[in-house]
């Protein structure tokens, strides 16, 4: 394949195109705290088997919750910087539904390079990430792919957005298992740039996907 794709030479401050911007450092322990147990909030609701007095009780604590963190929000569009050490500053949105830090929906799954020029993550995934019975939900291996792919794009200094992503099931996906993911760059063309992920359990690879994505173009 042809190699024509440049990484983007020092991405612009996305300050400057009206985006926020975060650093992790800014992110306070007590929110990822609080982020860690309503995680656990939402696998519970997903099971409980509670009294409907209970259940009323409990909606009256949410609703009382949600009203107090509504009162001073983010923008959503907020971007997370990350600034791996040796390679480009990365951005990503704080509230990303596979990775974002304050999403207590994202698992979250954080890639970061291992062996071979790879990115590598590993992730657990609770019953809230169901489909068949025991099995994680094959949109939901979809995305894990698809953040892994863009995550590999990025980390080239080539981000860019999912033109195009194949996904094949291997086997099964358990649920409550160490699942581990890796992604790569497989080549660029122009500004596209073919990427490739395996989610593995044991070893075995259980979903892969390709994807093209295509480079940001920055706006005049
Ligand atoms: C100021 C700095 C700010 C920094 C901010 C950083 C942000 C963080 C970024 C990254 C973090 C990584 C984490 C993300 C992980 C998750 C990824 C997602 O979920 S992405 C959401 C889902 N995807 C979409 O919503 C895309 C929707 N589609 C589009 O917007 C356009 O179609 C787009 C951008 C993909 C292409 O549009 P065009 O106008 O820019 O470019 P054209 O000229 O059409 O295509 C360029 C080349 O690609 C080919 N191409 C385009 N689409 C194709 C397709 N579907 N299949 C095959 N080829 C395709 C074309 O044929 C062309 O190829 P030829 O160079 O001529 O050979």
Redesign the pocket.
Known sequence: MTVEAEPVAG????T??G?SVVRESEIPREHHDLVARVRELVDAVAHTQAEPAELAAAEATVAELTELLSRRRRDTGT?LLHRPPGGPP????VT?L??GPTNAVAPPLVMAPGADGELRGEVTLNGVYQGPPGIVHGGWLAALL??A???A??AAGM??????LSVDYRRPTPLHAPLTVTSRVTGT????VFVAAEIRHDGEVTAEGTA???R????D
Do not use: C, H, I, W
């Open positions: 991405l612009p401050d996305p400057e195109y985006f971007l990365e951005y990503g949105t990303n596979v990775a698809d953040q792919l863009g995550a794009a990025s981000p860019g957005l999912t033109a195009n063309e122009r500004r596209k093209l994505m295509v940001l173009a920055v706006p």
